[in-house]
């Protein structure tokens, strides 16, 4: 019976062991393919508002979806950010801002984790704003899928810039 028990807790003990190691690896793997979907999501946001912005009047919608982070529209400095806390993923070159097409990626650390941020800056090219309004932020995280609506307002001016509308449905 003792020899029966001590197989058993060596067992367990091995067990653990093997869930502590492969642990770590699997929230890696998960927290990249979140920033991979992320990036994809926000490109088609990226690409959508663009769409818009051609034809004044024209209205798009997108499903959001968030399973990690959370999403910010932040209209006062016409922009989009995504932010992941608390990751295990090193997505970019530490404390240094990445641009790769519209979109900027920041890494910083946060202990032995990472805090990453993705965002997608309209300030030279479009007035954003939230509902109509220039100085509300929005912010959306995991949960229920939301509809984000993207409205080319057509109130600018030739030469000014295309004011985008974006809001929740």
């Known amino acids: 019976a003792y020899d029966f028990i001590k197989r058993k807790i060596t067992t367990i ?17 998960k927290d990249q393919a979140v920033l991979t979907q992320t990036i994809q999501s ?4 990226d690409d959508t508002i663009h769409t818009v912005e051609q034809t ?6 997108l499903t959001l979806s968030l399973t990690k982070g959370k999403l ?7 922009k989009i950010q995504y932010t992941l806390e608390n990751s295990r993923v090193k997505f970019s070159e530490i404390n240094k ?7 900027y990626y920041t890494t ?7 805090h ?8 030279n090219t479009l007035n954003l704003t939230f509902s109509g309004e220039n100085n ?22 030739i030469g000014e810039k295309s004011h985008i509308d974006l809001s929740l449905g």
């Open 116 to 123: 990453v941020t993705l965002e997608i800056h309209y300030n």
């Open 42 to 45: 926000l490109k088609i946001i």
């Open 136 to 157: 509300r932020n929005v912010t959306i995280q995991g949960g229920a899928p939301v509809l984000l609506h993207i409205k080319n307002v057509g109130d600018n001016k």
């Open 13 to 29: 003990t091995i067990i653990a062991i093997i869930i502590s190691i492969a642990t770590p690896q699997i929230d890696r793997m």
């Open 56 to 61: 004044t009047g024209t209205v798009k919608i």
């Open 97 to 103: 801002t990445i641009k790769q097409g519209d979109l």
């Open 72 to 78: 910010e529209i932040i209209p006062l400095l016409d």
């Open 108 to 114: 910083t650390e946060q202990g032995k984790r990472f």
